[in-house]
């Protein structure tokens, strides 16, 4: 149990984003397609994997203060460091190593997502704005990896589409680490310095007017 919560596996909920080319194409029960992005699927979802012990192991100091994250296998001690880098090191390899065998694109896929969320990780979750909008990006990514297993075309809607919906989750998780924050009188983590509750209710709002108004063009463009 331990490390299913590592690897976060309840996470991998948002690699189906994968499936979508597939789906909206009415493809999906294609044989060949379907196969094709379940295997791209498990690699993703074992790169993710990798990233999130990384990050985890960045952030063990400040998830130690938080209600929450505290209880957090490498926040909590129940994984030991050393342990957690070599886990991640060892997917990160397979998933890359894989790949490339099975789908060249896939593999550069990948490897862009690693290296953004590493430099994410390092520094970029601490500049407002751009942390939210590389989480974005991830999302995005895991569209153009449906599409390299695929070769199904993305629409620019699909893309606009999945971008806004991405955006509109950080931003609302943004809120309730301020509120939590709030709430117990913590330190401010530096993953919402540079937030604040009133702009982030008015972003979300706009957000979810457009994220609408998208979906609505998508559905109905032939």
Known sequence: ????????????????????????????????????SLGAFLLFSAMASAIYIFNDSMDVKEDRQHPEKKNRPIASGAVSLPMAYTLATILALLSLGISAWFS?????????????????????KHIAILDISIVSLGFILRLEAGHAVTGIELSKW??????????????????????????????SRKSIDGYNADFLKIALSIFSAVLLVCYIIYITNP
Not at 23 to 29: D, E, M, N, V
Not at 176 to 186: F, H, M, T, V, Y
Request: a positive charge.
């Open 104 to 124: 060249l694109n896939l593999f550069y896929v990948l490897l862009i997502y690693l290296g953004l969320n590493i430099a994410y990780s390092i520094r970029l």
């Open 158 to 187: 699909l893309i606009m589409m999945v971008f806004l919906l991405s955006m509109f989750q950080a931003m609302a998780k943004r809120l309730d680490d301020i509120s939590i924050a709030e709430d117990k009188g913590l330190v």
């Open 1 to 36: 149990m331990t490390y299913l919560k590592l690897l976060r596996v309840n996470n991998y909920l948002k690699n189906f984003y994968l499936f979508m080319p597939a789906f909206f194409s009415g493809r999906i029960l294609e044989a060949s397609i379907a196969l094709n």
